[in-house]
């Protein structure tokens, strides 16, 4: 069945910091791919989603592109600020199904 | 924007008790589902419905149940609530070819 593997966390970098989350997924046909934002206290927000291969999805300063290839959607940012501390959740979307990584617990120390 | 709408942040009952957990959407979404959200397991799929009167068992259903009598509304209900059963639960909507819209989430603790 489809699937993603999300890095393990915590990550936790310095303001202005480079940003790598990585995701990578197992699934039959062409799926959708998702990077979801857990503010601490929330729910989740879609931050950002690619519905095809090499497209790239962006908001916020964070971006994703959907490698077939490698079967990953990587979520980067060049500079990360003290409001970007949350927990990220890569997602895959095929037949209706969405299904969760495990998430990633990102700190931005000042 | 779609809203989804859980009815409580946080909530404390008691082993034993039926607990009832609402979730309201208001874009005439078809797809609605039920998570439970628990540290280092990620988000579960308890139940989830595709259309009214519907519904289907996720990856973790024992110990739950769930009512969807109006499209807009999907009721989790812990029919005999007990301690391992103390978690976030989030509430989501979509349409059939879209990403989720999550609630705010609901912060269940049995005592």
């Given at each position: ?5 999300q890095m393990?966390g915590?990550v ?9 989350i ?66 990220y ?14 998430g990633t617990r ?5 | ?111």
């Amino acid at each position: 069945g489809n699937s993603v593997t999300q890095m393990e966390g915590p990550v936790t970098l310095s303001e202005e910091a480079f940003l790598t989350i990585n995701c990578t997924y197992t699934a039959t046909g062409y799926p959708s791919l998702f990077w979801y934002v857990q503010y601490p206290g929330e729910g989740l927000q879609l931050l950002l989603k690619a519905t095809k291969a090499d497209d790239k999805g962006s908001n916020k300063g964070f971006e994703a592109t959907y490698r077939k290839e490698t079967t990953s959607f990587h979520l980067e940012k060049g500079s990360v600020q003290v409001s970007d501390s949350a927990v990220y959740f890569c997602a895959l979307m095929g037949n209706n199904d969405m299904r969760f990584g495990a998430g990633t617990r990102l700190t931005v120390k000042p | 924007d779609v809203k989804v709408t859980q009815s409580s942040r946080y909530l404390v009952k008691r082993t034993g008790e039926k607990v009832f957990l609402e979730c309201v959407q208001d874009m005439d979404h078809e797809n609605m589902f039920w998570y439970r959200q628990d540290p280092g397991l990620g988000l579960r799929l308890i139940y989830f419905s595709y259309d009214v009167k519907m519904k289907e068992k996720g990856d973790i259903p024992e110990g739950y149940s769930v009512s969807r009598e109006k499209k807009e509304r999907f009721s989790l209900i812990l029919e005999s609530a007990s301690t391992n059963q103390t978690s976030m639960y989030l509430c989501a909507s979509s349409l059939v070819t879209a990403g989720y819209t999550f609630g705010s989430g609901t912060r269940l603790t049995v005592v």
